[in-house]
């Protein structure tokens, strides 16, 4: 009884995995050509990326000192400065600087570069804008 | 011929051996990316929920397969190519933790600028009607919040087996875990999904 339970269960479990499938693939071929075009570019410049002798990783490696400097800015204003508007938010901790200076994220570093200019303006100006 | 004209002959070959791999090699890669991208691009978006940043997933994840693993048994690439899209994946929602903290921080919502428009209006590429149109992108919506509310792992192993039809070895070796593993995530997956969806979608 059990056994034809199982079997019942896995058959329906096979038809449901089908119907998705069949669903996510008409979906992939419904595609727009703008979508199309930027895969296309997309794999071309990684393709060209394939004979380039500066590695990204490399490139990231010798990110901008000032990027640095500007997130761990950040992350010491954020860590011990006054704490965050909504109360249920948890607070920053430790692996957030972690995160910041992960190599990963150097395009959150840079945006942290403008955080910090907007934090230093509010600082001399009292206010942005 | 000369010892001299000997070693140049055969450098000249050795050189023409290796552009015509590197060529071949190229068409491989190419072949390989142009198969996979499509999918690639979906199971990206239906991750992170976001077609921009899913376009980057892709692209960077092409670019490490190229740069790094290129050398690869052929057979390796999908596995290895999806292992890199869902750490990328997992390494932008960490990002976004940290990214909605510092708005939150300055009194900012990151969703401020989210104007995406679910609604295509172009014509359908597979030539559906309107009606059919409709309703399979009704299902594949239903399905993707669906799936999008599924744990990480639970996700990946639904994702991997059924919409990239990754075998169980080649989905573990994605996902850097035990088919054993990748067994329970993708049977946990799909009672929750059948369980979430109901009947009425099958």
Redesign the interface.
Known sequence: MNERNEKTADIEDQAFAAKAKEVFDQSVQGLDAEAQSRLNRARHGALAHAGSGVSHSQWLRWAPATGVAAAAVVAVVVLTGRPPVDELTPPATVSDFEILLDQESFEMLEELEFYSWIDLEVEGNGNVG | MTAGACQIAVSCTREQITGTTELQQ?RE??RF??EI???A??IAEISIRD?DEA?DL??EA??K???NY?DRPEAEWTPLFYRILQNGAR?WH??QV??N??M????RSSSDDDDRDPI?S?P???G?TPDE?LE??E??ES?ELAVAALPRRQKEAFML???E?LDVAATAAAMGCSQGSVKTHY?RA??S??ETLGEH??
């Open positions: 190229e890669l190419n990316l142009a991208e499509k999918r691009l979906r077609r376009f892709v692209q092409m670019i397969l190229v740069r290129a390494d960490r990002r940290v990214r903290r510092v939150v921080w300055f009194g295509a172009a359908d590429p597979i559906r149109k399979s992108q299902a594949m399905l087996r059924t919409f039809g049977s799909i009672h999904l059948r979608w099958q």
